[in-house]
């Protein structure tokens, strides 16, 4: 029971990203109790992974989100998960949290909108699970903006962050005709979400607060604001005061150091009318 109060409380005080991760393992949990596992993949149906049929997708159209959070054997899981954690910390070194959260779902959902319009146009049948085309745009993202940030990787030492980025699209596109060719095209197409999502930032454009909420302004805080004019009056006759009170200290500091004839016309009679 400790070991699942501590998952708990983890669960909690961590993040977005860590929460995500949760999720995830949680989901392959469940996925390991309902579904067999047949030569090393767990064989997910048409309503839960994203099928390259679009009559399937319209028929079950949650799996455009779903699809993102399945995982087809344990390394799939493993390693997508642990590129979560570092990307996401990453992430958060140049973005929020709402931005992360509009990059890793705009990710999975356009790219599962290219996997399946690859489907139709190129009669590809397959079905797709998993969180790299999410992950893969966070990644990009950060590639994007930060171009020049530097990653030190274990054996290698240290490489630009686009350097890596090159690389992994460089995977992806050389192995697009392969077995795996919607996961590749998963892949790229939540790469160019995270593309887009770092140029648009750099030009200003932050396409994450299109779901920022106003909150309402508070009534009750404006009816305390106008009942008492009484602190706002203070507020500003204690400003003045401070204020005149430093205008004659530096007359004065002036006088000390350079006399009395070198004050001007003004600063004499200001002195004149404070001393009254």
Excluded at 50 to 61: A, C, E, I
Excluded at 64 to 92: A, Q
Excluded at 172 to 184: F, I, K
């Amino acid at each position: 029971m400790s070991i699942l109060n501590e998952i708990k409380q983890q669960y909690k005080t961590g993040d977005v990203s860590q929460k995500l991760i949760f999720i995830n393992i949680l989901v392959f949990i469940v996925s390991a109790l309902c579904f067999s596992f047949v030569s090393n993949q767990f064989q997910y149906p048409n309503w839960l992974a994203l099928s390259s049929n679009y009559k399937d997708v319209l028929w079950f159209p949650w799996t455009l989100i779903t699809y993102g959070f399945l995982h087809s054997e344990p390394i799939h899981l493993l390693f997508n998960l642990i590129f979560l954690y570092y990307i996401s910390t990453l992430f958060y070194t140049f973005f929020t949290t709402r931005q992360f959260l509009i990059v890793y779902f705009f990710g999975s959902f356009f790219a599962g909108l290219i996997f399946v319009g690859y489907g139709y146009f190129f009669n590809y049948s397959n079905l797709i699970v998993g969180a790299s085309a999410s992950i893969m745009a966070l990644f990009i993202s950060v590639a994007t903006y930060a171009p020049n940030y530097s990653l030190r990787l274990p054996l290698i030492g240290y490489l630009k962050i686009w350097h890596i980025a090159v690389f992994y699209i460089f995977i992806d596109v050389a192995q697009l005709l392969t077995e795996n060719t919607g996961g590749h095209i998963a892949h790229l197409s939540g790469s160019v979400v995270g593309f887009v999502f770092a140029v648009l930032i750099k030009k200003g454009i932050d396409i994450s607060a299109i779901f920022t909420i106003k909150k309402k302004k508070n009534s009750t805080f404006k009816k305390i604001y106008k009942n008492k004019p009484v602190k706002k009056y203070q507020s500003v006759r204690v400003s003045d005061v401070n204020f005149k009170q430093r205008q004659i200290d530096e007359i004065l500091e002036k006088i000390s150091k350079s006399g009395y004839e070198s004050l001007t016309k003004e600063e004499k009679e200001f002195l004149f009318a404070a001393n009254k």
